[in-house]
Nanobody, 126 residues
């Protein structure tokens, strides 16, 4: 069992930056690959980024590539999402999720993830 808690969301102007954190309970955090998703009002949950259990492999959606960076610190049971050059279209609730096996074919599918946090709101004003 893994419990995930996100933090770091807030209100920021376009062009600004935020860093989201997701801290996991349990001693098996390092066994899980981690993903970040987001969901805007009236839209489906959307893949943002993923990172392998070791941190050696990272993946991004085209919409955030070059602006967002996913990283993890297994000693702190925490995964991060550094968001730079934020745009109003980045406004959404951001969720972290954990999955035991990260597959290139399925990592963008939220249904493939085993555990989810409660989400943190990110609002980017124009």
């Amino acid at each position: 069992q893994v419990q995930l808690v996100e933090s770091g969301g807030g209100l920021v102007q376009a062009g600004g930056s935020l860093r989201l954190s997701c801290t996991a309970s349990g001693r098996t955090f390092s066994s899980y690959a981690m993903g970040w998703f987001r969901q805007a009002p009236g839209k489906e949950r959307e893949f943002v980024a993923a990172i392998s259990w070791s941190g050696g492999n990272t993946y991004y959606s085209d919409s955030v590539k070059g602006r967002f960076t996913i990283s993890r610190d297994n000693a702190k049971n925490t995964v991060y999402l550094q968001m730079n050059s934020l745009k109003p279209e980045d406004t959404a609730v951001y969720y972290c999720a954990a999955v035991l096996t990260l597959s290139l074919a399925t990592m963008t599918n939220p249904n493939r993830y085993d555990y989810w946090g409660q989400g943190t709101q990110v609002t980017v004003s124009s």
